[in-house]
């Protein structure tokens, strides 16, 4: 049974910090490009931040660069995003996904938590 629970998200301050956890289970996570993901009420989810397994190269949306930090680790098969000096436009649900590396096409998601930046 396919697994990703994601944690760590609540509400912090601006200027804070969070860290994101994902647990996955199921499958072999070694395989997978993993990526993190946000969504707020009435808009279409966008993509966060990616690492590949191979070489561990990651990607940024603009908005995050040089404030979040994407990792993982295939021996414990989970997956992390830090994010500091949080702004209220990060408030959002935060999804962890899993991709197929050689299809695609096979995507896994997890439930999403809550991420809120607000004073």
């Not at 647990?23 to 395989?31: K, L, N, Y």
């Amino acid at each position: 049974q396919v697994q990703l629970v994601e944690s760590g998200g609540g509400l912090v301050q601006p200027g804070g910090s969070l860290r994101l956890s994902c647990a996955a289970s199921g499958f072999t996570f070694s395989r997978y490009t993993m990526s993190w993901h946000r969504q707020v009420p009435g808009k279409e989810r966008e993509l966060v931040a990616s690492i590949l397994s191979f070489d561990g190269s990651t990607n940024y949306a603009d908005s995050v660069k040089g404030r979040f930090t994407i990792s993982r680790d295939n021996a414990k098969n989970t997956m992390s995003l830090q994010m500091n000096r949080l702004k209220p436009d990060d408030t959002a649900v935060y999804y962890c996904k899993a991709a197929l590396r050689m299809d695609p096409r096979i995507v896994y998601w997890g439930q999403g938590t809550q991420v809120t930046v607000s004073s």
